[in-house]
């Protein structure tokens, strides 16, 4: 699939930074839930863990599109 730019209120803008936007938002909402049930007391560095969590909902994220 050929990714196009995506029209934001008149300006275009690059398909990935769209992505970045929703998967940040995911992540948001996935480290409330952790906080929430205290899984981030168990990882050794919560900060890494919530990036590396970013990480793999961009490539997701990406992959599904590309589908």
Partial sequence: ?????VNLFGIYVAP???MMVAAWLIVIL???IADRFGMLRHV???SLFVFAMYMIV????V???AR
């Fill in 1 to 5: 699939m050929r990714f196009a730019e």
């Fill in 16 to 18: 990935i930074s769209v």
């Fill in 30 to 32: 996935l480290r409330r």
């Fill in 44 to 46: 050794w560095h919560p």
């Fill in 58 to 61: 961009l490539s997701s994220l």
């Fill in 63 to 65: 992959l599904l599109a």
